[in-house]
Every structure is written in structure tokens, then in C-alpha cells.
């Protein structure tokens, strides 16, 4: 697209005490996303409930320069986590002002937060009826203030309805890669991961929340299997297969694999599956019988059932979304050998 493009407007809504470095998580990488020309997709603004000093849990304060009517222009909001979501005095309570200031909210914008700042999209109803998350330490308080929300302490993130929430500091980064990527596919986001050199690829494809499908390097005893089986996805893969690449048993392996990722060891590999036909469908002009094999489905309807399934449209439509509609989805290059 040429640079008519109108970015994206992110509002990060920072509350007195904010953590530092979920602040500049959102600006970083919303930031670096690019397209093809070099216009910037996103615009990343700060708020407050007053323009002004906003105090850290450091030893600065930052000097923000928007107040809370910015949040009616906004296309996201994002709310990072303040010290007052560990106050048990103030803890899961909206002041008056927070509570004026998230009624700016226009309907239809993507609402976020990182880490504890769920409890404010808690307060402020915007996860009834949706699953959530937060900072394992803090999810009993969790718990205790809002019961009758589906918390989940074992993923990065949710994505439930226009709303996500992610669990520690960390998984931020996971959360805004899965947004850019959800909303510009597959090499946008990779793009702005491999800038912040971060994994692009930790949202597991599920369609109501994302699972913890690649644990890290240093604490996982199931990365040899896990490697292995991304580097031959486009061939039939067993549990024995994955069992013999570990040198454990297929029990030992299944119970350390959903320890470590909270699924089945087959249950992964589909969503790896599906993660590569995704990146096809969003970057090639190959068919879809093509990709199917190449994603290691096997046939192009065996891959429409689990599109259909986890993500609610057949890949034709996933592409669409992407790509726009294909001249003649036949015209497919010839492959180059290797």
C-alpha cells in the first residue's frame, strides 16, 4: 500500500507506579512494523489520567504528554501493570477517574494489558464472559477479586473477542507480535521479531487462547524433539518418532511434554502444522494442496478440517485475509530444486 495508509493508533494508558519496561515493549515493536514501501503501520501514543509526571516503580518518573482523551482516537489500548495491582487496598478497584477515563474507550477497539494490568480490564467488565490471564504470582488475588472469570495461569496470552490480556512481563512481547501479526501476517511480524530479536513464532495458532507451545531453551529437556520435528514438518511424524529423537519413552515423553507445554505431543505438532501453512498461505502464491503438504497435512482437505476446526475459516479465506483474492490460485510457480 503507498503512504494514504492512516496508522494504527496504539494508546498505552500508564497508571501512577507503572513498570518501565511495559511501557516501551508496545513502542518498540509496534514501532519497527513497517510495510512494503517503509510507512509505518502503527502510531504509538502514552497517556495518562493527567498529561504530566507519572511516577515508576524505578527511580524516575516520566514526562507524558497525552491525557485521557486520546483513548477516543484509539484503534488499541494497552494497559501495562502498576504497583497498585499488589495493594490489596487498592487492588482490582477503578477510581472514578480510571473509571471516566476507560468509558472513552470507543466500542470496537482492541483492549489490552501486560502482566497484572488485567486487573483493570477486569474492573471495567471488559473480560465477562472471556478467558484471561495475568502474572502467575498474582492470579489467586485474581481469583479472589473476579471468581467468575475463566483465568488461565498457563499461557503467554489470550485473544478472546477484541481482547487479550498476557501473563508476565515478558509475554508482552509475545502479545504485540501476535497483534502485528494478526493484524499484517506472518512476515510483518517476523520482520519486527527478528528487529527486537525475540522468537516470532510463541502464539500457537488457537483460536480462543494461546497455549505455551515453545518453552525456553534453558528449561526445557523437550527442545531436541521439538527442533527436530519443525525441521521435518512437511513429512509424517509419530510419537515414536518424537520419543526416539528425546532417547525417552513415549510415556516419559508425553508426560514431560504437556508438563512443559501444557498440551499432548501430537496436540503440538498440529499447532506447528498449522503455524507453517499460516506463513505459506500469507507469503506464497503456492496452492493449497501444496501447502497442505508441505505443512505436513498430507492433503488439502485434511488441512480445510483443522483450518476449520481451530481457526474458524478454510485456508482460502485465511489467505484472503492477507493476500486478497487470487487471480487464478492455479498459477503456481514451479518449484526451484534444491
Excluded at 489520567?49 to 507519572?54: A, D, F, H, R
Excluded at 487496598?89 to 483492549?111: D, H, Y
Excluded at 486487573?119 to 471495567?124: R, S
Excluded at 478454510?314 to 484472503?320: E, L, V
Aim: proline letters at 7%; a negative charge; one cysteine or more.
Amino acid at each position: 500500500m503507498g503512504s494514504s495508509r492512516v496508522p494504527h493508533r496504539v494508546v498505552v494508558f500508564l497508571r501512577q507506579g507503572v513498570i518501565p519496561l511495559e511501557i516501551g515493549i508496545p513502542h518498540r515493536l509496534f514501532g519497527q512494523a513497517r510495510a512494503p514501501d517503509g510507512t509505518p503501520l502503527y502510531e504509538v501514543i502514552t497517556a495518562a489520567l493527567e498529561s504530566g509526571p507519572v511516577r515508576t516503580d524505578a527511580d524516575f518518573t516520566l514526562d507524558v504528554q497525552h491525557g485521557p482523551d486520546v483513548l477516543t482516537t484509539a484503534d488499541t489500548v494497552i494497559f501495562p501493570a502498576a504497583d497498585e495491582d499488589y495493594d490489596p487496598a487498592r487492588q482490582g478497584r477503578l477510581s472514578p477517574q480510571l473509571a471516566s477515563a476507560l468509558a472513552l474507550i470507543r466500542p470496537g477497539a482492541r483492549v489490552a494489558s501486560i502482566c497484572t494490568g488485567a486487573f483493570v480490564l477486569a474492573a471495567a467488565g471488559f473480560l465477562d464472559g472471556r478467558h484471561a490471564t495475568t502474572h502467575w504470582q498474582s492470579c489467586d488475588d485474581f481469583r479472589r477479586l473476579f471468581p467468575g472469570i475463566a483465568l488461565d495461569p498457563n499461557v503467554l496470552f489470550t485473544d478472546c473477542d477484541n481482547v487479550l490480556t498476557s501473563a508476565g512481563v515478558a509475554s508482552g512481547l509475545d502479545l504485540c507480535i501476535h497483534m502485528i501479526r494478526d493484524d499484517h501476517g506472518a512476515a510483518v511480524a517476523n520482520q519486527v521479531a527478528r528487529g527486537t530479536v525475540i522468537p516470532p513464532h510463541r502464539d500457537g495458532g488457537q483460536a480462543q487462547y494461546i497455549q505455551r507451545l515453545v518453552p525456553d531453551a534453558g528449561t526445557s529437556t523437550m527442545l531436541r524433539a521439538q527442533t527436530w520435528a519443525l525441521q521435518n514438518l512437511d513429512r509424517p511424524i509419530s510419537l515414536d518418532d518424537l520419543a526416539a529423537t528425546s532417547a525417552v519413552s513415549k510415556r516419559t515423553l508425553s508426560r514431560r511434554f504437556r508438563e512443559e507445554t501444557g498440551v499432548s505431543p501430537m496436540r503440538w505438532l498440529i499447532e506447528q502444522r498449522l503455524q507453517r501453512a499460516r506463513e505459506l498461505l500469507e507469503t506464497t502464491g503456492l496452492t493449497v494442496d501444496r501447502v497442505a503438504a508441505e505443512a505436513g497435512f498430507g492433503t488439502g482437505a485434511a488441512m480445510r478440517e483443522h483450518f476449520r476446526l481451530v481457526l474458524g475459516v478454510s485456508p482460502q479465506a485465511y489467505r484472503n485475509t492477507f493476500r486478497g483474492p487470487p487471480e487464478t490460485e492455479a498459477a503456481e510457480a514451479p518449484a526451484t530444486p534444491a
